[in-house]
Every structure is written in structure tokens, then in C-alpha cells.
């Protein structure tokens, strides 16, 4: 009898691609931050959240495979993971970053059929989103994903990537990864807008009176950090989403 391959998914967005490529039998353990599909936490046994976890419970699941990434995992994390079993520890940038890692887990999770489909679809949904994205003005945008202290989206995420893919030019494009900034500091930019995102600080829409003596003529806007921030079969949702932004804008 072939024994069955157990995976443990400290990254949401992973997760979620695993269910996708047809492995959710095959998870034994997640985060508390996984939260799609809805039944996987009761279903599964949560093992912590994405920056700590419980290493007993990890162990006692006896994984062969951990994945992790290099930014939503600790380094300490990705060590004491590796002592366990094998790990994984993704590093993405662009959707060329995502689509290789979806043709490496269809490779060595032996689901090569489901990853083609899903590489297809989402080829031809950024087809489709390119040819509506053309003709649009673009627009000079600040990502927010923190208050106290304010923290922004900069160069080298993949939200930059989605971004600019969207024709949002991001006005702290010079800065690097999630730096802090002061909302003073706005006065100092051309700003159309300003967006405010649902995660990782819940955004809402009380959040736009903290800008009123810092953006004149600037459009105060709730995005949904899923579609700006997962990466994965989350993607094959994202383009509908960005086209609805878009037209509301």
C-alpha cells in the first residue's frame, strides 16, 4: 500500500493552492490565518499562526513535506520546521514566480494535470485583464497595510507586481519591501489615491477620516489585501476583482 504524502501549509495562500491542485486530503496541519476553504479549520489540526507556532503539534503530525515562506515564515521558524521534515520555503515576486512554483508543487505532489489547468487559466485571465488594463489612465496610488505605524507596500513585493500590473503607479516605489512612513509625508506626493488595505491591518471605512488633513483631491479607497497579496489559485479570482476596482475608480 502507497503511504499516503502529508503536507503541512504555514502559508494561506498555499494552502488554499494545495485544495485547488487537489491535495486537501493530503494537509494535515495549517495556520489559523487559513482560512480558504472555510471547512479547513475544523477539518484540520491548526498547528499555530504564521510568525509562531507549536512544534510539538507539528511533529506529532509526522509531515513529509512543510511549506513555508520567506516572508510571512520566521527564519527560526523555517530552521525548526527544517529539523522535522522536509521543507519547502517559497520566495515570490511576480506571477512568473507564482506560476513556476504551481508547475514545482504539480512536480513533486504528483499532480501535474491539475497545476497545467490552473497555469492555463490563469495565463488566460492575465491575457484578458492586459487587453482591459491597456487604454486605462494610470494612476498614482499609496498601499497602506499597517496603522501605528503606518506602513506601506514598496518596491520588491508582490503587491508592487500587482500593482504596476494594474496601472497604479506606487508613489513609494524607491523605497524597499514595507517601510514606515508619516502621513506628513503624503503632502509631499501627487496622490490619486489612496489605498487602504483589509489585511494584514483590517482597514475600515472609519480608517479615511485619519487622512483628512493630509490628502486634498485624493480618493480614499478599502481594498480587499487577498487580491493584492495571495498569491496562488487566489490569483484566478483577482483579475475580476481588479476590473471591478478599476471601473469604481
Known amino acids: 500500500m502507497i503511504k499516503k504524502l502529508k503536507i ?9 493552492l494545495l485544495v485547488a491542485l487537489g491535495l486537501e486530503e493530503n494537509i494535515v496541519g495549517i495556520t489559523k490565518f487559513c482560512i480558504h476553504p472555510k471547512n479547513l479549520i ?24 512543510i511549506l513555508c ?15 522535522i521534515a522536509t521543507t519547502h520555503v517559497s520566495d515570490l515576486f511576480t506571477i512568473e514566480d507564482v506560476i513556476a512554483l504551481i508547475q514545482y ?30 487604454d486605462k489612465p494610470t494612476l498614482k496610488v499609496v498601499y497602506f497595510i499597517w496603522k501605528n505605524p503606518w506602513m506601506i507596500a514598496a518596491n520588491n513585493t ?20 514595507y517601510p514606515e ?27 479615511s477620516l485619519d487622512f483628512n488633513n493630509y490628502t486634498e483631491n485624493t480618493n480614499i479607497v478599502l ?7 495571495w498569491y496562488g489559485s487566489r490569483l484566478l479570482k483577482a483579475f475580476d476583482y481588479f476590473k471591478e476596482l478599476r471601473n469604481r475608480m
Open 158 to 177: 508582490f503587491i508592487n507586481h500587482l500593482l504596476t500590473l494594474n496601472k497604479f503607479e506606487n508613489c513609494y516605489e524607491n523605497l524597499n519591501r
Open 105 to 134: 508543487y504539480g512536480r513533486i505532489f504528483s499532480c501535474e494535470k491539475k497545476a497545467i489547468l490552473i497555469i492555463d487559466e490563469l495565463n488566460m485571465k492575465l491575457k484578458d485583464f492586459k487587453l482591459f488594463i491597456k
Open 181 to 207: 512612513i508619516t502621513l506628513e509625508d503624503l503632502k509631499t506626493k501627487e496622490v490619486d489615491a489612496v489605498f487602504l488595505s483589509s489585511e494584514p491591518f483590517p482597514f475600515k471605512e472609519k480608517n
Open 223 to 229: 481594498v480587499d489585501g487577498e487580491y493584492f497579496s
Open 42 to 65: 475544523k477539518d484540520k489540526v491548526v498547528v499555530g499562526g504564521t510568525k509562531t507556532i507549536h512544534l510539538e503539534k507539528v511533529k506529532a503530525l509526522e509531515p513529509d513535506f
Open 69 to 83: 515562506n520567506k516572508e510571512e515564515n520566521t527564519k527560526e521558524i523555517v530552521e525548526n520546521c527544517r529539523k
Open 8 to 16: 503541512i501549509s504555514l502559508v494561506p495562500s498555499l494552502t488554499e
